[in-house]
């Protein structure tokens, strides 16, 4: 007996980690298609491909309803250094294979992606409460990485250089830095990660991935599709933990020296810290930081499809992007016309409701802290003369929800044009000039995305140019595609990820100088 209540309490672990929830409650079953797939769900860390727990479990919550989905092991600072050794142990190996071989394991990943979509998709609604119809393009989104870089697994091309002496050969080699650390964070909780992963592997790196504390399921999901692909053990680690030991798992992540590369996405103030702990050891760094997308409406513009284009920027993910709309600039000669149009759109095209409901098209905002944040700007904008044209307070689905709104008479000395909302408020600024609104568009200290509509070919060069951004939109509201670079200017960060170039930064380059020939 004594030999078998061991034997239990080690099963009633691994129970707790890998399985998941016990049958759904009367709430959960009035959810329905909310379940979590149990095939997919996890509840430890990945280190070293065993799946491992931890004294302590933080909860994970649906933000629609508040109820807990699960608990998840909460790694601490060992975890963190256990998880980098096992990445730089599995990285002389995985950096050896053949590229063809990377590329199979990743093609194969990308392959149980796909099989798997509906239930990726299912997760990233629970924990992050976007739209199921959202969340189901997050994850083509994601999947797609992982296909693309599989394919530029193969074509790291070196270089042969002319040398000056006769006996002597210039060649360039490109290798993987080493151990890349992985932080990203809640908004897309499957494809930040792949856009880094992806790159990462296929130039031979390993990884320790660390994501937001409210989605750590998605991560850990794609642990378990990484293990059945045959990515090698060490390949691929997560190392999920609470809000109060983020600290302590990102300084492991950012100063041990096992650690050659760190990639981030979220805010530029984390970021700052971040580039901070990484200067000790002098590590290569990409970061996407906070964007203060603006959106340009010229008088010579189509207003149906600017209109079209501002509900996509604005209002995708509730407004919880790093590059959606965060200031409307429109010309003074059709401003009134926009905002007539863009409202009605709003009212008609636009629903807030759970993301498991068909008909939503505005899930939950991540958490109360990110309401009263929607709040404050729209409270600051009114008392300053702003007009709130339709929306501007909670919704009565539940506290965490917030109806799409649009300001008018809104000026640059409101907070909502001065910082990053991150929800599902939509501020308009009336220009008269073309200097006037570039000038504001670039008086940001950030720069990621840029979005202007107008059909003057010449005025479309000049702005384009002009703007501050690493990536813009000329009469698009949606910019984000694999094969293009995303990134951007000023303290939205360092880096491309994505595209070609997005590689890069998991590479080396070694210059080779063969002499006495």
Known sequence: MASFLPRRAAAARRRLLLLPPSPPGPAAARRGSSALPAALVRRGGLVGGRWV????????????????????????????RAAVRAAHEAGAAWGRLPAKERSVRLRRWYELMMENKDDLARIITAENGKPLKEAQGEILYSASFLEWFAEEARRVY????????????????????????????????SAMITRKVGAALAAGCTVVVKPAEDTPLSALALGELANQAGIPAGVYNVVPCSRQQTPAVGEVLCTDPLVAKISFTGSTATGKILLKHAAGTVKRVSMELGGHAPFIVFDSANVDRAVAGALASKYRNSGQTCVCTNRFLVQKGIHDKFVEKFAKAIERELHVGSGFDAKTTQGPLINEKAVEKVERHIND?????????????RHSLGKNFFEPTLLSNVTTKMLCTQEETFGPLAPVIKFETEAEAIAIANAANVGLAGYFYSQDPAQIWRVAEQ???????????????????????????????????????????????????
């Open 53 to 80: 727990e931890t004294p302590a479990a933080f909860p994970v919550q649906d933000p629609a309803s508040g109820e807990e989905l699960g608990r998840v092991a909460d790694c601490g600072a060992a975890e963190a």
């Open 158 to 189: 070196g270089d042969v250089i002319p040398a000056s002496a006769k006996d002597r050969r210039i060649l360039v080699l490109k290798q993987p830095v080493g151990v890349a650390a992985i932080i990203t964070p809640w908004n897309f909780p």
């Open 381 to 393: 904008a009114v008392s300053q003369g702003a007009s709130v044209v339709t929306g501007g307070k």
């Open 467 to 517: 703007l501050e951004v690493g990536m813009v939109g000329v009469n698009e509201g949606i910019v984000s595609s694999v094969e293009s670079p995303f990134g951007g200017v000023k303290q939205s960060g360092l880096g491309r990820e994505g595209s070609k170039y997005g590689i890069d930064e998991y590479l080396e380059i070694k210059y080779v100088c063969f002499g006495g020939l």
